[in-house]
T-cell receptor, first 112, second 118 residues
Framework: LAKTTQPISMDSYEGQEVNITCSHNNIATNDYITWYQQFPSQGPRFIIQ???TKVTNEVASLFIPADRKSSTLSLPRVSLSDTAVYYC?????????????FGTGTRLLVSP | EAGVTQFPSHSVIEKGQTVTLRCDPISGHDNLYWYRRVMGKEIKFLLHFVKESKQDESGMPNNRFLAERTGGTYSTLKVQPAELEDSGVYFC????????????????FGQGTRLTVV
């Protein structure tokens, strides 16, 4: 499984755009990049997933360069409720099996 | 539709006692996983069920932990006897089954059971 490296923490103000970059230099051809969000006292929650280029949903955007050795989660106009830990995970799907490997994640603090 | 539910939300037991955690996955999800986070550590995979069969239990720490999923519906994780180092948050997750390489599947997590062994 490819190892991921991401910032330990980030601070932002409400209304700003937040970009969290994750490095995964050893990503394999079949690996997908997935981001999860975790609030205190809750389980992780899927945010977005991608293989290459750009993926956008109602919550975030995921930018993946051509070499796929890194990815950037972009949260537009964050609010206080976006304060959470964000995990970048890399793994190859196997019939739906998800042996997710969580790193330390990035702790995002959004202030007024 | 109900999400993944776990019971209890918090359990405090004495060292040496037995505790059983329960997870109800999303209805229809064949894949069920157990993860845990011990204090100050990262979330770690424990095991994976496909229906009632254990597919991967490589993350189970030792034989004091027993997971079951009778009938392929809910699952239980029993710790017997509990030790101090078992304290942490135990998460259950489930996902649907989709076939083939290149098809990934979102895992839905429960809120976790906080286990405190004193």
């Amino acid at each position: 499984l490819a190892k991921t490296t991401q910032p330990i923490s980030m601070d932002s103000y409400e209304g700003q755009e937040v970009n969290i970059t994750c490095s995964h230099n050893n990503i394999a051809t079949n690996d997908y990049i997935t981001w999860y969000q975790q609030f205190p006292s809750q389980g992780p929650r899927f945010i977005i997933q991608g293989y290459k280029t750009k993926v956008t949903n109602e919550v975030a955007s995921l930018f993946i360069p051509a070499d796929r050795k890194s990815s950037t989660l972009s949260l537009p106009r964050v609010s206080l409720s976006d304060t959470a830990v964000y995990y970048c995970l890399v793994d190859a799907p196997r019939g739906g099996f998800q042996k997710l490997v969580f790193g330390t994640g990035t702790r995002l603090l959004v202030s007024p | 539709e109900a999400g993944v539910t776990q019971f209890p939300s918090h359990s405090v037991i004495e060292k040496g006692q037995t505790v059983t955690l329960r997870c109800d996955p999303i209805s229809g999800h064949d894949n069920l996983y157990w993860y845990r986070r011990v204090m100050g550590k990262e979330i770690k995979f424990l095991l994976h069920f496909v229906k009632e069969s254990k597919q991967d239990e490589s993350g189970m720490p030792n034989n004091r932990f027993l997971a079951e999923r009778t009938g392929g519906t809910y699952s239980t994780l029993k710790v017997q006897p509990a030790e101090l180092e078992d304290s942490g948050v135990y998460f259950c997750a489930s996902s649907d089954t989709q076939g083939g390489v290149g098809v990934n599947t979102e895992a839905f997590f429960g809120q976790g059971t906080r286990l405190t062994v004193v």
